[in-house]
């Protein structure tokens, strides 16, 4: 038994003077300040004047990608290619045993166009293939000696769902882009076994309950990687809990029905598989989004979709039969048009279900299809920190999509007033997992587009009580009140009182996590 006291707490619109009372894992009781005795040998837990929050609940987030980086080169931040060769070098150095050199997180702003050339690596490393993957996730560079050992540098045409960047004499130069083309490449990557697997996965996920989130959305797992998930979660469990979405292959699909139905069968206290993951398109900096009318600065190509329509409805109905969560990639106006086509089908040959399919990022939403999400049920999950005027944006994006599609992205506020629920996600570790420097990005938008502008108040609700909805747990978790689990944070102050620009520097005091042993006691 628990009392939280001397603080306030959030009430689902701001936070306020209260006490919270905790039993057997459950919020007990929510009280004016001293109203309540607290029961004979609780203990009483001081918030020293800050504020308690519901756990945040990332929607959207790659913690097993964010887990295993640092096995690998360590490219992420780097400011130049050179200073990316350089990393490279050392660690090829320093690793001379590894058949493949890989990495992760590769800026695509720090080569003109996003282009990156196959001999800038292998004036580093010459005799073995480099493979490193964008901090992205949608392209791939490599060398001269994994462009050969995966046959890329051979094929004179695009692959199926993937594309390569060529010179004029139409040899690859060493930038893969979409899955199609860059898969060969992450296949020469030796697979790490499922022990290191899950030690890392133990790290990333309590670096994520230490900045306060008691619940993520895994949007990307292949099915070869769940025992690594379950090795992980043995003993005390996570420190946050899991849904896991597992990956439908385009091409593949109706063959992985049986098993993703088998996998879904998992029984544990912090991960639960009920899931399905499709990547309807790429992204707009690479050219890659499928988008309803062309690129203005690639005439004639509206993009780069993963799927057929038709056969993306049909996946989409079947597993939506299955009883799965879908769970959507969709980057582009057309491919959200695509996206909610599929699920309006699903919907009218499945009938009528509590089913709530999220479509994620929306980065380019046509205002006719707005109203859709809230008709059919959707749930919108965005990344505020993309909403910004950063490198990627100015450099890459809008040179793409000109000034009346520019001015359109990321319509979070739009999305919001049409009544659908919204989820915010960080897509980690695309861009940082901290929930209130996403939260703040919702509130600014770094001076840019101001009318898509949230408050800090309802962009807590989006990471609280909007991804518990997501997560079809909005009775259990997302709220402070009796009966609700008491999964918490605790922030060294109010939120809610704090300039938006300030609340990145608000510090996480602790996160509690309730489990079942707690209920059992």
Same mark, same amino acid.
């Given at each position: ?51 308690? =929050? ?11 990608? *964010? !887990? ?35 990495? /992760? ?5 720090? +080569? ?11 004036? !580093? ?16 560079? @490599? ?11 051979? =094929? ?51 670096? =994520? ?23 992980? !979660? ?10 896991? %979405? ?42 890659? +989004? ?11 190509? @509206? ?33 959200? #048009? ?10 009218? !040959? ?45 450099? =890459? ?7 009346? #599609? ?16 919204? +989820?915010? *996600? ?7 997992? /901290? ?26 609700? @989006? ?22 689990? %008491? ?8 939120? @809610? ?25």
């Amino acid at each position: 038994m628990e009392v939280f006291v001397n603080g306030l707490v959030w009430d689902g619109e701001r936070c306020v003077a209260a006490d919270v009372h905790v039993a057997g894992g459950l919020i007990t009781a929510v009280t004016p300040p001293g109203e309540r005795k607290p029961a004979s040998g609780a203990a009483i837990r001081d918030l020293d004047g800050g504020a308690l =929050l519901p756990g945040f609940g990332d929607a959207h987030a790659h913690p097993m990608i *964010a !887990a295993l980086e640092d096995r690998y080169a360590p490219i992420r931040g780097s400011r130049t290619v050179a200073d990316v060769v350089e990393r490279v070098r050392e660690h090829a150095r320093t690793h001379p045993d590894d058949e493949v050199i890989y990495g /992760e997180g590769f800026e695509l702003t720090i +080569a003109d166009q996003g282009l990156f050339r196959a001999e800038w690596l292998d004036a !580093a490393v010459g005799d073995r293939p480099v493979v490193l993957r964008s901090n992205d996730i949608h392209h791939v560079w @490599c060398n001269t000696a994994a462009l050969r050992g995966t046959g890329l540098l051979e =094929l004179t045409g695009d692959p199926v769902d993937g594309r390569l960047d060529r010179d004029a004499d139409g040899r690859p130069i060493g930038t893969l882009r979409e899955w199609g083309a860059f898969q060969p490449a992450l296949s020469l990557v030796p697979p790490l076994d499922h022990a290191a697997k899950a030690a890392s996965l133990r790290r990333a996920i309590t670096k =994520l309950a230490d900045l306060g989130i008691t619940w993520v959305q895994d949007a990307w797992v292949e099915p070869a990687d769940l025992p690594a998930y379950l090795l992980a !979660a043995q003993g005390e469990g996570l420190a946050a809990r899991m849904n896991l %979405a597992l990956r439908a292959d385009p091409h593949a699909w109706r063959d992985q029905r049986a098993e993703f139905r088998q996998l879904r069968q998992v029984k544990d206290d912090t991960i639960t598989v009920r899931t399905v993951k499709l990547f309807v398109d790429g992204v707009v900096e690479g050219g890659t +989004a499928a988008l309803l009318e062309e690129y203005d600065d690639a005439p004639g190509c @509206c993009g780069l979709p993963n799927w057929d329509p038709a056969e993306l409805a049909a996946a989409v109905t079947a597993f939506d039969a299955d009883g799965f969560q879908l769970h959507i990639h969709a980057m582009g106006d057309a491919g959200v #048009r695509t996206a909610l086509d599929a699920v309006e089908a699903a919907v009218r !040959a499945n009938g009528p279900r509590d089913r709530r399919p999220v479509l994620t990022h929306l980065q380019l939403v046509a205002p006719q299809d707005l109203p859709r999400f809230r008709q059919l049920g959707v749930v919108a999950v965005f990344q505020p920190l993309w909403a910004q005027p950063d490198a990627v944006m100015t450099d =890459l994006t809008l040179p793409r999509l000109g000034d009346e #599609r520019g001015n359109r992205q990321y319509a979070i506020a739009d999305m919001l007033a049409s009544g659908a629920h919204v +989820a915010f *996600a960080s897509d980690w570790p695309i861009t940082r997992p /901290e929930p209130l420097h996403i939260i703040a990005a919702a509130a600014t938008r770094g001076g840019w587009l101001p009318d898509q502008r949230v408050g800090v108040a309802r962009g807590i609700d @989006c990471y609280t009580r909007g991804t518990a909805y997501l997560a079809f747990e909005e009775h259990r978790w997302g709220a402070i009140r009796p009966g609700m689990r %008491a999964d918490l944070v605790h922030l060294a102050t109010d939120p @809610c009182s704090a300039d938006p620009a300030e609340l990145p520097y608000i510090p996480v005091v602790g996160t509690r996590l309730s489990s079942a042993r707690e209920a059992q006691r």
